[in-house]
């Protein structure tokens, strides 16, 4: 796992997930390294640098090309390569081109998440995973309910992370975000 501390950050462009969000997540995925993965929403390149070494494919896919341009630095300075594709455009329209996906992470969707499912249900295998990552409770509420509306289980769960600050005269807990991790399995 990879540290938050040595992404290059930009205070454009949010992310990346933080360590413990992207531990369940990859869990979650259940990953191979005969998966095509996209990663919808890459940010900072969180996901992105944790999915590309250990699977086939990866589409790493943003509206903001501020985004694409940092995965891509931070790609570079953990030394990762893969066959990653970067889309610059609305998870919406980029998924239209991608077929037989194994794995979906969904860690932004603007106000598109319906539309975006409902494409991912289209192009995902059979036993294929997805997973989505969401601070809004709207979209947690939304993630479920169109999940179950296309004939998922989906699961959820939120995860509160207190992390230790070691200082001199002792350790300082601090807590991060709550963030929920919506995950389901196609059939
Ligand atoms: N998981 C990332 C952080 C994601 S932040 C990391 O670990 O670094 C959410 C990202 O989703 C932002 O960069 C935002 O531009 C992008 N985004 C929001 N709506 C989108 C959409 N409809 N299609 C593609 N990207 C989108």
């Known amino acids: 796992m990879l540290n938050d501390m040595d992404f290059i950050t930009t205070c454009d462009v ?18 191979k390294d005969s998966d095509v993965v996209v990663d919808v929403g890459c940010g900072t390149g969180g996901f992105t640098c944790e999915f590309a070494p250990i699977s086939k494919k990866i589409y790493s896919i943003d509206t ?3 985004a694409i341009k940092l995965t891509e630095k931070n790609l570079k300075k ?18 239209k081109s991608i077929d037989n996906i194994d794995v979906a992470i969904i ?35 939304e993630a479920i309910n169109k999940l179950k509306e296309l004939g998922y289980n989906p699961q959820i769960m939120e995860i509160n992370v207190s992390k ?3 200082l001199d005269r002792g350790i300082m807990m601090m807590g991060e975000n709550p963030i ?8």
């Open 14 to 31: 949010p992310g990346p997930s933080k360590e413990a969000v992207r531990a369940i997540v990859l869990y979650k995925a259940d990953v």
């Open 64 to 66: 903001n090309p501020e």
């Open 78 to 95: 953990f030394k990762i390569d893969g066959d990653i594709t970067f889309i610059n455009d609305d998870g919406a329209n980029a998924l």
């Open 107 to 141: 860690g932004g969707s603007g106000r598109k998440l319906n539309e975006i499912l409902e494409l991912v249900d289209t192009k995902l295998k059979s036993k294929g995973r997805i997973v989505i990552t969401a601070i809004l409770v709207d979209t947690k509420v």
């Open 164 to 166: 230790g600050r070691v």
């Open 180 to 187: 929920a991790i919506i995950s389901a399995k196609k059939r």
